[in-house]
């Protein structure tokens, strides 16, 4: 597949080296010459100088054999421009980001298939985390009837040291299963001689609502937040707070911006915003981060968010999550005062992943610290997997099913479960296994 991206910043250059390095033939135009210089010594793919809303430029970069084109500059109106470009050039499918409100109805008439929005889709990620609580990531899938759920092994867990066959020995349902482990950098597939370990970081896959026997196994605390505190107000952490005080929850920002903290007094009356400089121990102690349930660091600057967090976890702060830019910094983060972190590239690489998956895709999401995928798959009549129970298909060790929708039913595979055309299957599989996935759909 020949893919065209607009854009060599965050999300633009992620997903270059993502789709690079499954085999596509990847070109990227970015308007900065010293970055692209430098994505074109780190990714192999072509990159070329010049404006992405320029036609000549995107005629240079083949836009009119692409099968797809991603435009995820900084600058909506460049996107859409790019998008229209492609439609008039007959490019099959288009995405691009849009953050202006006023823009996504124009969007739309020029001809964007698939309009994106990092920092809306950052925000109800940390929102599902705030109210799940105790967990280092929560990922909705059918319709919000299972959720893919991860979280760090504690010292003391009750599952530390057993492998997942002896685990299995000790469930007393079959509402859940671990069906990842990521570990030093490494992800691994989940079998039954998979050993659990503290500190690593696992996925599970649970029935939603139903996660509770897991959670204790695993050392996870099921408390859902009361009182959240952000640092910072950048557009994710002014959609974030809004969307936790709606939800009823205390909700306190702080921002060293004078002028942009009385802004948001004045349009968020249910926060409460406070000027301040978000990493000094004297303003986050007077706040109460000694009693708050989460803190939340949303600035746009990595370094500010990692002090941030650390600054709040030693004064009493029960969970961290911080906003990371540098992926290489993620596998860093457990163990020193970080309990997660959120990435708005990686929540814009799920939503335009789907478009690039072939077969019956619903939804894809990434991982902060992993090469894995989750895919929502259907299953079609001619798919490998029809009239065949798990333990049959003999999938490669690259990837596991861990969910099955049937109808209005949303449940956990085991080996004797018969696959059935027209079930949506959610998988987890590495980038060897993304292959095969795409197979299952038939």
Not at 96 to 117: S, T
Not at 193 to 202: A, F, R, Y
Not at 220 to 248: C, F, H, S, Y
Not at 299 to 319: F, P, Q, R, S, Y
Request: proline share 3%; hydrophobic share 45%; glycine share 10%.
């Amino acid at each position: 597949m020949r893919i065209v991206i607009i854009g060599a910043g965050a999300v633009g250059s992620y997903l270059a080296e993502r789709l690079s390095a499954e085999g596509q033939d990847v070109v990227v135009v970015e308007s900065d010459e010293a970055r692209a210089a430098e994505l074109q010594n780190e990714v192999d793919c072509l990159v070329i100088h010049g404006n992405g809303a320029n036609p000549a430029t995107l005629d240079e970069a083949g836009l009119r054999r692409a099968d797809l084109l991603i435009a995820v500059t900084s600058s909506d109106a460049v996107n859409v421009l790019a998008a229209h470009a492609g439609a008039r050039f007959g490019v099959p499918r288009r995405v691009a980001r849009v953050e202006d409100d006023q823009l996504l109805g124009e969007a739309e008439a020029l001809g964007v298939d698939l309009l994106i929005d990092p920092g809306e889709a950052t925000a109800n990620e940390l929102l599902l985390l705030i109210q799940q609580g105790g967990v280092s990531e929560v990922i909705e899938f059918a319709d919000g009837r299972l959720d893919l759920i991860g979280g760090y092994i504690a010292d003391d867990a009750p599952v530390t040291g057993l492998t997942l066959g002896e685990l299995k020995d000790q469930v007393s349902g079959w509402t859940w299963v671990v069906v990842a482990i990521i570990r030093n950098g490494e992800t691994l597939i989940a079998r039954g001689s998979s050993e659990l370990l503290p500190g690593d970081h696992v996925l599970i896959m649970a029935e939603t609502d139903k996660a509770a026997e897991a959670m204790e196994l695993l050392g996870w605390q099921d408390r859902p937040a009361k009182k959240v505190m952000i640092l910072g107000a950048t557009r994710v952490a002014r959609l974030t707070a809004q969307k936790v005080a709606d939800e009823g929850i205390q909700t306190i920002l702080i921002d060293q911006d004078a002028d942009r903290i009385r802004k948001l007094a004045e349009s968020h009356p249910n926060v409460i915003c406070v000027h301040g400089d978000p990493t000094d121990t004297r303003v986050l102690r007077s706040e109460g981060a000694g009693n708050t349930d989460v803190i939340l660091a949303l600035t746009g600057w990595d370094e500010v968010n990692i002090l941030g967090c650390l600054v709040g976890k030693a004064l009493g702060a029960e969970t961290t999550v911080a906003r990371f830019h540098r992926l290489d910094l993620v596998t860093m983060l457990p163990g020193v005062g970080i309990d997660g972190g959120v990435s708005s590239r990686l929540s814009a690489a799920s939503q335009i992943l789907r478009f690039v998956r072939r077969g019956r895709i619903h939804s894809v999401a990434t991982f902060q610290d992993s090469d894995a995928e989750a895919i929502e798959l259907q299953v079609g009549r001619s798919s490998p997997a029809a009239g065949k129970t798990l333990a049959e298909l003999r999938l490669p060790r690259s990837l596991i099913i861990g969910g099955v929708v049937r109808g209005r039913d949303a449940f956990v595979p085991r080996g004797e479960t018969v696959i059935e055309v027209g079930d949506r299957l959610i998988v987890i599989a590495l980038p060897a296994g993304i292959p095969e996935v795409e197979k299952l759909s038939g």
